[in-house]
């Protein structure tokens, strides 16, 4: 599973991955994280405002920091 975090480094984008890391610590789902940065590589994905979270490859969220048990069905859903 891949999930990555888009964002430039705002405090949103640092708790998102932050929430990310831990459900999946949590939870002992084999996922690789990555931080996306770069402003081209996240205009990629067409969303509108940061932080962003695709999982495999699918926007789920942008533009807001979704609650724990949210992030973790859509991780469930991608499995």
Known sequence: MN???LGTGCSK???LET???EIVKQNSIDAEI???SEL???MKYGIMSTPGLVINEKVVSFGSVPKD???L???KEAM
Do not use: L
């Open 40 to 42: 081209q590589d996240i």
């Open 69 to 71: 048990a949210q992030i």
């Open 73 to 75: 069905q859509w991780i």
């Open 19 to 21: 929430k990310v890391k």
């Open 34 to 36: 990555q931080k996306v």
């Open 13 to 15: 984008c640092i708790n």
């Open 3 to 5: 999930i990555k975090i």
